[in-house]
């Protein structure tokens, strides 16, 4: 796993620190995995694939694409996801489904809830 990390950061075209510093690792440390001086821990591996959109089973075995192949819509649920990551799960919910509704709209539809959503907008900074 330590050369697919080593070819995972190179591809990202970022320094060790670099790699580091979105991972809140030292510097060394990834170096030290880089090197199988020192074993990738699963939490390591999740926050990696997290972070860099990394296939997980590509990152553990070499199978695979280098990173995940997503829709727009599946991009969208994920990032959300993060996005309201410890909030309530009731909410992350609502906004999910309201983003997988706009997504199966047609064309018009969607530009009349833009235009929608951009009045309410509007509305709501006069409030202010």
């Known amino acids: 796993m330590n050369e697919r990390l080593k070819k995972l950061r190179k591809t990202l075209d970022l320094t060790q620190q670099k790699f580091a510093d979105r991972l809140g690792v030292k510097r060394n440390t990834v170096g030290q995995w880089e090197c199988g001086i020192n074993a990738i821990t699963d ?50 919910n609502a906004i999910q489904s309201f983003i997988v509704t706009y997504e199966q709209l047609d064309d018009t539809s969607k530009a009349t809830l833009e235009k929608i959503a951009q009045q309410f907008v509007d509305n709501l900074k006069k409030s202010q």
């Not at 829709?71 to 990551?85: D, P, R």
Request: contains cysteine; charged residues 30%.
């Open 43 to 92: 939490q390591v591996v999740f926050s990696i694939c997290r972070e860099f959109d990394v296939n997980e089973e590509w990152l553990r075995t070499g199978e695979g694409e280098m990173f995940e192949q997503m829709t727009e819509q599946q991009k969208l649920l994920k990032y959300t996801g993060m996005l309201l990551k410890d909030k309530d799960s009731a909410i992350v």
